[in-house]
């Protein structure tokens, strides 16, 4: 088992703990409208061919437990890095985002198309998230370089701030209110816990301004750079 496997693994097994325990969490702040967290990210984009094969364990919760929130494939993605995690209040306008693209950009020059195979199903106490294994060093040679950069910058920032990010996951379903056949959802993560979903060879990356959930209608991309064969 891979370093990245053991640490899902662990993940997912704490996260059952606690649902045995206590039940799933939903989240709350999925419906106020006064949530007004935003903050800036870099990310990837699944292709549709990918989101299609999301969209089969999707549509397998959204069919037992409705009412839940499910990524509409728009929304779907998977973090490289949160530059500054999303806050209240948080404002671009008073930010040099000129300076933000020009020190990510030369973070990203060395750096090639990142390739992930996405692969299983996992738990957190108030989402389900489809797990992402990097094929090749990219994804950590980015967040490496970036890790770099900002070290030696006086740009507002948050790196690795909540905590040091290895994964490569992709949130697919968040609780918004109680889970009324928790053991359904639990067969449906069983049942969906080795499946193969699909690789990606990812050949951008977006710089985005967003909110705590990624909903399009809220995600401005301020810069897209291209990633090198």
């Given amino acids: 088992m891979t370093a990245l496997q053991s640490h899902y693994s662990q993940l997912h097994e704490e996260a059952l703990k606690h649902i045995a325990r206590e039940g799933f969490s939903y989240d709350t702040a999925l419906e106020d409208p006064k949530d007004n967290r935003r903050g800036l990210t870099l990310l990837l984009r699944p292709d549709e061919e990918l989101k299609a094969s999301f969209g089969r364990f999707i549509t397998a919760v959204k069919t037992t437990d409705p009412d839940q929130y499910f990524y509409p494939p728009a929304d779907i993605h998977v973090t490289i890095m949160p530059i500054i995690s999303c806050y209240p209040g948080f404002n671009k306008e008073s ?3 000129s300076g933000y693209i020009s020190l990510i950009r030369k973070a990203l020059k060395p750096v090639r198309k990142m390739q992930i195979r996405f692969e299983g199903v996992m738990a957190s106490p108030s ?3 489809i797990r992402g294994f990097p094929v090749n060093s990219e994804l950590e040679h ?6 770099a950069a900002f070290a030696t910058t006086h740009l507002e920032q948050s790196l690795d ?6 994964t490569a996951h992709s949130t697919v379903i968040r609780f918004r209110q109680k ?10 993560l069983e049942q969906f816990k080795d499946c193969f979903f699909g690789e990606q060879v990812f050949d951008q990356v977006e710089f985005v301004f967003n909110d705590w959930y990624q909903r399009n209608e809220m995600v401005k991309t301020l810069q897209s750079f291209p990633l090198k064969h």
């Fill in 161 to 166: 701030k909540r905590y040091k990010l290895i």
């Fill in 179 to 188: 889970v009324n056949q928790p053991e359904k959802i639990l067969d449906i």
């Fill in 142 to 147: 980015c967040r490496e370089n970036l890790r």
């Fill in 127 to 129: 989402c389900l998230l």
């Fill in 95 to 97: 930010l040099d985002l």
